[in-house]
């Protein structure tokens, strides 16, 4: 049984009296433990994937399986249990949190809202959450404006993993991180999947990263799926002209094959 099973998706849009089809007749599924990417240009409908998958924006149809359950149809505290096994980073933290909110009180509210850990024992979970993305436990007293990007990335992450999440979805998660900092953040996520069985619905413009990271990749052209499989194969030998636009694009990528 898939961990995820997306099947017919759809979302439109209306905009200035068009309709435009964010998200067109998707289907795809994640396994428990693996990595799923979503590429395409921009706004093939990604985000909006995202969104519908973590239900921030409702489906117009299609339907959506997690841990084996209907998942659209959840509601109330069903849905609010259901929703700390799916978590998400984005782009930028900044905007995600508070920036003026401790990394401990952005670190206590997922501990405290799905009731994982009592009060008191909440600092020492704190801690080893830190520790866990390899972040010194004396940052929980910083304020998230006063850390680097990388380090409110590997905040990001950590929140994330605090309620022990079967799949986090990953929107551009460190498409704005210079490489080397890139590099030690796609590292954790691969230890974390290692160790804890995390499975990522993993979205990139960077095929490199992709090819780095993914089990598999869907590619996308406005809002349709126009090519899928194993992220390797297609990235090196892609069958669409989507899929080969985007490769040719790719500046590493290009270069590796020419
Ligand atoms: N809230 C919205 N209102 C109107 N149109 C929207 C909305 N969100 C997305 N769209 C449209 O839906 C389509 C898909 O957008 P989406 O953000 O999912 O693309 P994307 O693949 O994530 O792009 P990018 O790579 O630039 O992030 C685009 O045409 C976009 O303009
Ligand atoms: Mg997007």
Do not use: C, W
């Not at 900044?94 to 009731?115: E, K, M, S």
């Not at 210079?178 to 590292?187: A, N, T, W, Y």
């Not at 090519?227 to 030998?237: K, L, Q, W, Y």
Request: cysteine-free; aromatic content about 4%.
């Amino acid at each position: 049984m898939s961990l995820l099973a997306v099947s017919n998706l759809a979302k439109r849009y209306r905009r200035g009296g068009k309709t435009v089809a964010a998200v067109d007749d998707v289907s795809f599924h994640i396994e428990p433990g693996e990595t799923l990417a979503l590429a395409g240009p921009s706004g093939s409908g990604k985000s909006t994937i995202a969104r519908l998958v973590l239900r921030l924006v409702e489906a117009d149809a299609g339907r959506i399986e997690f841990e084996g359950g209907d998942f659209l149809a959840l509601t109330g505290a069903a849905l609010r249990a259901r929703r700390a096994h799916l978590q998400m980073v984005f782009q930028d933290p900044l905007a995600a949190f508070n920036p003026r909110a401790t990394v401990a009180r952005v670190l206590d509210d997922p501990l405290r809202i799905h009731g994982i850990t009592s009060r008191s024992e909440r600092p020492r979970r704190i801690a080893a959450l830190l520790e866990r993305v390899g972040l010194a436990s004396d940052l929980a007293a910083r304020a998230i404006h006063e850390i680097s990007g990388g380090q409110r990335q590997r905040v990001a992450i950590a929140r994330a993993i605090a309620t022990k999440p079967s799949l986090i979805v990953l929107d551009e998660a460190v498409s704005a991180l210079d490489v080397s900092v890139r590099g030690q953040i796609l590292q954790l996520l691969l230890d974390l999947q290692r160790e804890e069985g995390i499975a990522y619905l993993f979205i990139s413009h960077d095929l490199g990263v992709i090819r780095a990271v993914a089990h598999r990749v869907v590619i996308l052209d406005a809002g349709r799926i126009v090519e899928s499989g194993d992220a390797r194969t297609v990235i090196d030998a892609p069958q669409s002209t989507v899929g080969r636009a985007l490769v040719a694009a790719a500046p590493r990528l290009s270069r590796q094959a020419g």
